[in-house]
């Protein structure tokens, strides 16, 4: 049997769309955080939108109202993730900057202290690779908001022990998320669907076939899907989604996660989705 954690503290590396909501997340159950980012705009917005977003989930009913919230400390200084019991790593998804930085981290945490990579798509065991010790690591891949959906594709590599994907879980379940465990592979389950959907769908619009609106409205009213795959991308980012048809393109050789020119275009201009104001669809005036 394996010893549990008594008490967890996190180390979320990547202060962007996803950091800030894991950190909500774990902070929201009384957890200690410590957020690292290499940007220094990034550091110093972080506290606030936490703060927003923990009143945000607590009046959506993700969190509960009456818990005491968990510290948050906020560097740029790797050294920080030396207390940790888990580790997030949640940074761009560029594979290059994610295993540089899992190895870096593998020098700094005691062995056994799980490494859980939020990667949309890189295969698990690609980033092990490149740690000091490939057992500890394990994918967590969280949706967006993290704090609003409990389920979560948890991935285990390989190489990944029992006892990393263990701690891994134990956390997930003191934090009331219903992981799924699955295989390793480029995008696991929902990225190797999600990501052709996205690309696909914006193709068509790319065609003059429908608009993004009536793309939209169709998954939603025809399929009860609660966002069209457009939003969707609106949602995580298109830059992300660009980044992430690259690895399943790499990775696959599969000519249908190449990013349309549509998607790229967008990128280029700066219309990133919800995050920017804008994407397929319009969010200004819109909370983000
Ligand atoms: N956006 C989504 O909906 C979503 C959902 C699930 C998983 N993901 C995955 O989560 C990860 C993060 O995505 P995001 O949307 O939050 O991206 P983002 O662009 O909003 O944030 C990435 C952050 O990482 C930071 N960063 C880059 N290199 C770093 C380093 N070496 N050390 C510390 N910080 C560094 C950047 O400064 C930035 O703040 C990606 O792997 C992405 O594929 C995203």
Not at 42 to 52: F, N, S
Not at 69 to 81: C, K, R
Not at 83 to 95: F, Q
Not at 200 to 229: K, M, Y
Request: hydrophobic letters at 40%; charged letters at 25%.
């Amino acid at each position: 049997m394996t010893m549990m954690q008594e008490e967890h503290r996190l180390a979320v590396l990547g202060a962007g769309t996803m950091g800030v909501g894991i950190a909500t997340l774990a902070i929201g159950y009384g957890v200690p955080v410590v957020l690292i980012d290499i940007d220094a705009d990034r550091r110093a917005e972080a506290p606030d939108k936490v703060r927003q977003q923990l009143r945000m989930a607590q009046l959506m009913g993700g969190l509960r109202r009456d818990a005491q919230a968990g510290p948050l400390t906020v560097t740029d200084s790797l050294d920080a993730v030396a207390e940790a019991t888990v580790v997030v790593e949640s940074i761009t998804e560029r594979p290059e900057w994610k295993a540089k930085l899992v190895a870096e981290v593998s020098t700094v945490l005691p062995a056994g202290t799980p490494v859980l990579t939020n990667t949309s798509g890189i295969p698990v065991d690609e980033l092990a690779g490149a740690a000091l010790r490939p057992e500890d690591v394990l994918g967590a891949h969280f949706m967006n908001p993290p704090y609003l959906i409990r389920a979560i594709e948890v991935v285990r590599g390989p190489r990944t022990a029992q006892a990393s994907l263990d701690t891994a879980l134990d956390l997930l379940t003191r934090l009331e998320r219903e992981p799924v465990v699955v295989g390793d592979g480029p995008g696991f389950v929902i990225n190797r669907v999600l990501q052709r959907m996205i690309n696909e769908a914006s193709r068509i619009v790319q065609d003059g076939i429908a608009d993004p609106a009536a793309v939209d409205a169709l998954f939603t009213g025809c399929l009860g899907h609660r966002t069209g795959p457009l939003a969707t991308g609106d949602l995580i980012g298109l830059d992300n989604v660009v980044d992430s048809l690259r690895v399943l393109l790499d990775r696959t050789g599969d000519e249908g996660y190449r990013p349309s020119e549509l998607l790229i275009d967008k990128v280029r201009a700066g219309d990133l989705g919800r995050k920017t104001g804008r994407g397929f669809h319009d969010y200004q005036g819109v909370q983000r």
